[in-house]
């Protein structure tokens, strides 16, 4: 399981992208779990890498605006589903934010 970095409250938004192997025998198993773990959420997008790498299918959750308190829901959801034991490695999470508003400056 991934572990996601605590981003101070002043952040407005916080974008999760988390990624991870399946053994291409395990996708249609994996994909349910995800949509059932979002459904639940109420939010997410799923998404895969076209192709496979050594009969692995790489996929990707997207959960966008979210705070501390989803990020803990997606977290205990994942483990009472058991996602981890679909996988062929572990969850990688990357998070982004919304750069600041900036005054209108030439790009050049």
């Known amino acids: 399981m991934s572990s996601i970095t605590h ?12 990624y991870y192997q399946v053994p291409e025998a395990a996708l249609s198993q994996a994909a349910a779990c995800v949509g059932v773990i979002q459904a639940a959420l109420g939010r997410g997008e799923l998404k895969r890498r076209p192709g496979a790498d050594d009969g692995r299918v790489t996929l990707m959750e ?9 990020t803990a829901a997606l977290e205990r959801r994942v483990q009472a589903h058991g996602l981890a034991a679909l996988l062929a490695g572990a969850r990688h999470t990357e998070v982004f934010t919304n750069l600041p508003a900036t005054e209108s400056l030439p790009c050049a």
Request: hydrophobic fraction near 50%; glycine fraction near 0%.
């Open 7 to 18: 981003v101070p409250a002043a952040v407005a938004r916080r974008d999760l992208y988390i």
């Open 62 to 70: 997207i959960y966008l605006d979210t705070d501390d308190a989803f």
